[in-house]
């Protein structure tokens, strides 16, 4: 019996049990490694208190309360939030109290406080899929920003033959880890695609297997990721739209000029902060 895949991150699976080592994975060597640092260094220049928006596990917000900011993190998942609330409990008491995680959605956002830093991380902002969606959550995020805060942004900018290809990738491995409880193997991988260039949507369906000692497949689960690539262009566009001006645009967290096909890493403004 084939099952329909089940939205990413909405249950604890093997594949939220197993983000973090993968996200450990897939950053390094890529435009997203360095990103913590990136965020830690506005964190000081802008003072906090900071607010993560797709916050998953805390792999960040985490970071910056062990740097002695207040951190608020916001995820859609309840899954992930559980994850980063047993974090946070097994942290010192003193980095403890400097994090709260709250289960919201970023496009209808509010939290009735600003921060002098907001940060959506690791393209968790794609998983706004219309303009629309983009918007609102851009202008709940602005809500959030104080007049002489400052808004981070990653997406990764798109290669177009890939975004729109539904051949399953010639390398479809997302990596193998060990699952955190059970001490097995899970393995990850690409088995479909099927996107929608006219909404740019890209949509893939990841399977993930447990594996027993001897290779055997304990357990197989599937779900289902949707993201929406953006051109820079779009995003400047949007930007000048709510109110938001362009400080600095990257094409890494390193430093590096926008590049074709590698990350955009945008820093943001209130256009008028009143």
């Known amino acids: ?49 900071v607010l993560e928006v797709g916050c998953g596990t805390g792999r960040v917000a985490i970071e910056l309360a062990r740097d002695g900011h207040e951190v608020v993190g916001v995820d859609l998942s309840e899954a992930m939030l559980a994850i980063a609330e047993d974090r946070r409990t097994a942290l010192p008491a003193e980095v403890a109290r400097r994090l709260t995680f709250v289960a919201a959605d970023m496009t209808t956002l509010a939290l009735d406080r600003e921060f002098g830093l907001v940060i959506t991380p690791f393209r968790s902002f794609q998983s706004m899929l219309t303009p629309t969606a983009q918007r609102d959550a851009l202008v709940a995020m602005r809500r959030h920003l104080r007049a002489d805060g400052l808004l981070v942004l990653d997406l990764f900018d798109p290669l177009l033959d890939q975004v729109v290809s539904a051949e399953v990738p010639s390398n479809p491995d997302r990596g193998e880890v060990i699952h955190p409880e059970t001490g097995n193997r899970v393995a990850c991988e690409v088995t479909a695609r099927n996107p929608d260039p006219g909404r740019q949507l890209i949509r893939e369906t990841w399977t993930f297997r447990e594996l027993g000692g001897s290779g055997e497949v304990l357990r197989t689960e599937s779900e289902l990721l949707e993201l929406r690539w953006s051109l820079r262009s779009e995003m400047r566009l949007l930007f000048e739209l709510i109110a938001l001006e362009v400080v600095a645009g990257h094409g890494d967290f390193r430093g590096g000029p926008p590049a074709y096909g590698r990350e955009q890493v945008w820093v943001l403004r209130k256009t008028n902060p009143g």
């Open 1 to 49: 019996m084939t099952y329909a895949p089940t939205t990413f991150y909405a249950t604890s699976a093997l594949n939220t049990a197993t983000y973090d080592g993968r996200s450990a994975l897939r950053i390094a060597g890529s435009p997203v490694e360095g990103d913590v640092e990136f965020y830690r260094d506005l964190a000081r220049q802008t003072a906090g208190p």
